[in-house]
């Protein structure tokens, strides 16, 4: 029976050669858009993890702070769990710093030093988050050698909205292409019932099963989700490689490549059997 489903099944890529190419295309380009949206939301996952990693607080101290006393500081704010890293910027390095960005030097016309020591705080991931960053500033301003406490709150939480309106525009764009690609199935399989509308009534006379009307034509739904499946993994492979040797690496993005082939193989055939499913539900044998 299985050889029987299989053979009618490549029997109906024959008949409907146009209907089989059109639903083809569609879920290629289904799986391949899917592809690509999972992959921007990774990216800027990824993008926002490494943006929370490296947001710097500057803690300013005061000029009365003597210099014996910075190192135990440093190792006092080392301690504190919410911290990544800690780094002292003297009041000569920063001095540097400033020359350097702005092209001024201002010890050409002052004799002294007006810019304070610093330590720049890098906050671990799970506490770059706005309740936490408030509660962090307003602790770092109660210390008694904090001279003040800088942070560019709002070009950080204006990256960061960006990158979750890109996600939402990404998740509609993904759902109404999906919607569309399952149409476009849908419609193929319906042209296909159409075309083997006679067929269909005289296996339904000589008392054909169910399964046996239905069976090859969701194995040529799978079939062309299969195919779709590999040319979007060949597609995927192909800009993997161009974007890993021009671009960046992906490894962190994409950390199990195999897991990614085959969730990528599979999707093809599970949008043409879901779809095709649907579409012969009204099936009867009634005649």
């Known amino acids: 029976m299985i050889k029987f489903w299989i053979k009618e099944a490549f029997k109906l890529i024959e008949r409907s050669k146009f209907s089989f190419f059109l639903s083809l295309v569609s879920i290629t380009l289904s799986v391949i ?27 300013f101290i005061k000029d009365k702070i003597a210099k014996t ?45 007006p810019l304070p020591a610093s330590f720049n705080l890098k906050l671990k991931s799970e506490y770059a988050v706005n309740d936490s960053i408030k509660l962090i500033i ?4 109660k210390l008694s050698w904090s001279d003040d406490v800088v942070f560019r709150q709002d070009f950080y939480q204006r990256i960061l909205s960006y990158i979750d309106k890109g996600k939402v525009y990404v998740f509609t764009l993904t759902g109404l292409i999906f919607l569309v690609s399952m149409y476009l199935v849908y419609s193929t399989v319906r042209l296909i019932l159409n075309s083997k ?42 800009l993997y490689h161009y974007a890993s ?43």
């Open 33 to 59: 858009l899917i592809t690509l949206s999972v992959f921007i939301i990774q990216f800027s996952n990824h993008f926002e993890q490494e943006l929370k990693g490296n947001i710097v607080i500057s803690v």
């Open 69 to 113: 006393e910075i190192d135990s500081i440093k190792n006092e704010m080392k301690n504190l769990n919410f911290l990544k890293s800690v780094d002292y910027v003297s009041k000569e390095e920063a001095a540097e710093i400033f020359v350097k960005e702005t092209g001024e030097d201002f010890r050409k016309i002052l004799d002294y030093n």
């Open 138 to 141: 307003k602790d770092l301003s």
């Open 197 to 238: 509308y006679s067929e269909l009534e005289t296996m339904k006379f000589v008392g054909a099963k169910l399964s046996t009307i239905k069976m090859p034509i969701i194995l040529n739904s799978a079939l062309a989700g299969l195919i779709a499946g590999i040319t979007a993994l060949a597609i995927s492979i192909l």
């Open 245 to 287: 040797e021009y671009l960046f690496s992906l490894d962190q993005i994409i950390r199990n490549k195999y897991l990614f082939a085959a969730v990528l193989l599979c999707i093809g055939p599970l949008i043409g059997v879901f779809v095709t499913v649907v579409s012969l539900r009204k099936i009867s044998l009634k005649i």
